[in-house]
């Protein structure tokens, strides 16, 4: 056994009351987006850093939403953590059975708004660079963590910021502390395409319909157009093909937990190599007893991987403006992107939780999107890797476990030294 492996399995042992007193401090600072402010948090996480000897430099994104980075060693490689620090808003609070800010630590559990997405990411992430500051002398090169804002409304006051202000230099290669149970890896995501329909139609009293032209059921009709486009599936890249196949057996395994219908089952199973269109914003009409002339929606349509933005745009456009009166507009766009599992900082982390935990679950990919285009779309190969659980991610009672927390801790230290100085045996 390695040294490497030594200390890691060392931190998974002592570095327990450390990481969940964190994360519970990480729970108890609220930080909703929106609004989005994240300054108390990076109070928090600098004075904790501080406390250790551990120097960070705050980011001001403007309107509260601060970026830590803290960096140790020099040169390179450069090896970045990154996780961020904002959350979605807890919603109605009588939904939730413990305080959603409350970070309490019961049976074996951290509960609260961020514990799995992704506070428990920031303070494994947090620790492991306070214990690989401890052996710097013994890895070549470079680790910046990275706290960021604004990841879950499109990361563009975050990592995005910090990669277009040159805060983050051309790294070569990056761990997202996003869940994956803490048991597999995350090396490639879905894109959006996002877009507004708009249905011109006539008025008419409302007991002569047939008078006039109705906007929101043309929209509707158009709606249904588009949604043909989930039908279509993209073979992936050979290089993610286990990827997906791993995917397909976790999505299916999670479908005949939850009970899902066989349709709604099958559809879950494909979704990462199908499109999916959602219908999440409507307005139309004005008075329920006049036929509507105007009405207008947005449409969250995911792309798989293989698609570009604007190839997708150019059949969603193409369906929605088959019915007459009916305008399609892109209004955001995202690509989907990927890194291949044979990369060096995919294969560390294979190896740190082989290591670590005694079995790694394989490489998957994502149906949603993650800050990890923003360093992939710069040449930064990036891996997904988080103790949060994937289901309990914008969920009422969200929780961490303990002991995925803790592991988590061991393998980013692992994989960061197994990336930098190649003591393990990939």
């Not at 994956?180 to 995501?189: D, F, K, P």
């Not at 976790?250 to 066989?262: N, V």
């Not at 995911?302 to 193409?318: D, L, N, Q, T, W």
Request: glycine share 10%; charged share 25%.
């Amino acid at each position: 056994m390695s040294w490497a492996e030594n200390l890691s399995k060392k931190v998974v042992r002592e570095k327990e009351r450390e990481v969940v007193e964190l994360c519970s401090a990480l729970i108890r600072t609220p930080s909703e987006n929106p609004p989005g402010d994240t300054s108390a948090v990076v109070e928090v996480l600098k004075e904790w850093l501080g406390d250790r000897g551990l120097n960070s430099e705050v980011y001001d994104a403007g309107e509260g939403r601060l970026n830590l980075v803290s960096k140790i060693g020099s040169g390179r490689p450069i090896l970045i953590f990154n996780s961020h620090m904002d959350v979605v808003p807890a919603g109605d609070r009588s939904g939730w059975s413990f305080h959603p800010f409350g970070g309490e630590v019961r049976e074996g559990k951290i509960l609260g708004r961020g514990a799995s997405d992704t506070k428990s990411g920031v303070a494994a992430m947090a620790v492991a660079l306070e214990v690989l500051s401890q052996v710097e002398e013994r890895f070549e090169g470079s680790i910046l963590f990275t706290a960021v804002a604004d990841e879950e409304t499109g990361g563009l006051r975050g990592t995005y910021w910090l990669v277009e202000k040159n805060v983050l230099p051309k790294a070569d290669a990056c761990i997202i502390g996003e869940p994956t149970n803490a048991e597999y890896a995350v090396v490639g995501e879905k894109g959006i395409c996002a877009v507004e329909l708009q249905a011109v139609g006539r008025t008419a009293h409302g007991s002569t319909p047939m008078l006039g032209e109705n906007a929101i059921e043309r929209l509707f009709e158009a709606v249904e157009r588009v949604k043909e486009i989930q039908n279509q599936s993209v073979k992936p890249p050979k290089d993610l093909e286990e990827a997906f196949e791993n995917t397909r057996i976790s999505l299916r395994q999670a479908s005949e937990k939850l009970g899902l219908p066989r349709e709604r089952a099958e559809k879950l199973e494909a979704v990462c190599e199908t499109y999916t269109v959602n219908l999440g914003i409507i307005q139309g009409g004005f008075k329920r007893n006049v036929v509507p002339d105007r009405c207008r929606a947005e449409l969250d349509v995911r792309i798989p991987i293989g698609v570009s933005p604007r190839e997708a745009f150019e059949k969603i456009k193409k369906l929605a403006e088959s019915v007459k009166g009916v305008s399609c507009n892109l209004i955001d766009e995202s690509d989907p992107n990927y890194t291949s599992p044979s990369d060096p900082i995919c294969q560390a982390i294979s190896y740190a939780t082989s290591s670590v935990l005694g079995r790694f679950r394989g490489f998957r990919v994502y149906s949603g999107a993650t800050d990890a285009e923003a360093l992939r779309n710069r040449g930064i190969p990036t891996v997904i890797y988080g103790p949060g659980n994937d289901l309990q991610a914008h969920v009422q009672n969200e929780y961490v476990e303990v002991w995925r927390l803790r592991a988590s801790v061991g393998v980013y230290v692992l994989a960061s030294l197994t990336y930098l100085t190649h003591a393990g045996t990939l």
